[in-house]
């Protein structure tokens, strides 16, 4: 639990919220960024970083993960500060106009200005169908996401799923958890093949078990996670004594909280004001796939445009002495914070 103070707080690290910290930046306001993912880049990062994308300006094509890669090195110079594997789940106007922003874990930022990047909603794990599951969420034994890998040194840990996730953590997971078992209901992979095979010599190496066409039907314990049951396809279900369980299914959009904050909403997107991409909260902005307007096209490029305009409207909110004049980083450069 942390405390941040900050003139901008950031909600969404996807390529519209990390370009928001460059527009924020050439006028030297400060943010912060949180995301509900352990990494930044939204979707980008989430679901296609190994795709190009032909309609960045500039770039004839450029892959999903290096414009992410890009964007983090474009905004270096403003010295961001991050909070990442995080859900903002509150957003308070103070009495002098400032927001309390607080997450899922308890940080608290404190800030001028609140910039909505959130994107389709955060991600949310796909739950499996196992009744008392959430009796283990919370740091009881069932996580949905691995955020810190050294957390599982020397634990029996068993994951489940078939898709890249899934391989690449199983693959990870193998020379750090003392004992790693993978369950995935199929007999092939949805991941890569390079992933699958290299799973399937680990297990064959005696370095993890792989269970095929087996599901995780039940989780025990007392408070805490001490155990799993296993039913093999048409073999009798068994208990697996184990330290914690993780399902791999993927994620899904949701808009979550932000839909308790207020804002005035349309078809799960919050409605802007195209001036500068203000919400009907004074000092809160929404920018990127998350807003609604005519015309909206969800495109990062229009993402971009959207930052650009709500970096100057929130300079003038920050600094309400002060007169907003448009400089070209041409001709001043970018400057330092
Ligand atoms: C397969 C695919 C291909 C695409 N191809 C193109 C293309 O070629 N060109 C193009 O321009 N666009 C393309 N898009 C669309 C593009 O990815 C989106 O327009 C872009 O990602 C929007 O960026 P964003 O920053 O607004 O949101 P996102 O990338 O969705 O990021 C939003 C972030 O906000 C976080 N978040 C949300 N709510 C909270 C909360 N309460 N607390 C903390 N974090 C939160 C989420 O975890 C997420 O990381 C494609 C999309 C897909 C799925």
Known sequence: MSTVTTDICIIGAGP????????????????HVID????????LSEIYPKKPIYDIPGFPFILAGELVTNLMEQIKPFHPTFTLGERVE????????????????GTEIFC????????????????????????????????YMILDPEHYRDKRVVLAGGGDSALDWAIFLADVAKELTLVHRGTTFRGAPESAARVTSLSEEGH???????????????????????????????????DYFIPLFGLVPKLGPLENWGLELEKSAIVVNTVDY??????VYAIGDINTYP???????????????MAQSAYSLIYPDKKFVLKYTTVNGVPTM
Request: hydrophobic residues 40%; proline residues 4%; contains cysteine.
């Open 16 to 31: 519209v919220g990390l370009f928001a910290v460059f527009e924020a930046g050439l006028l030297k306001m400060k943010c």
């Open 112 to 143: 001028k200005v609140v910039v909505i990047a959130g994107g389709l909603g955060s991600f949310e794990p796909r739950k499996p169908a196992i009744e008392n599951l959430t009796d283990y969420e919370g740091g009881k034994g069932v996580n």
């Open 90 to 105: 509150t957003l308070d106007k103070q009495e002098d106009g400032s927001f309390r922003v607080v997450s899922s874990e």
């Open 295 to 309: 015309g909206k096209l969800k495109l990062i490029l229009c993402g971009f445009h959207e930052a650009a305009l």
């Open 208 to 242: 993890m078990n792989l269970l095929l066409k087996a599901n995780v039907t039940e989780v025990h314990g007392d408070g805490q996670l001490s155990a799993v049951t296993i039913v093999p396809d048409g073999a009798e279900p068994y208990t697996l004594e184990t």
């Open 278 to 283: 203000s919400t009907n909260i004074e000092g």
């Open 36 to 43: 509900a993912l352990p990494q930044v880049g939204g979707q």
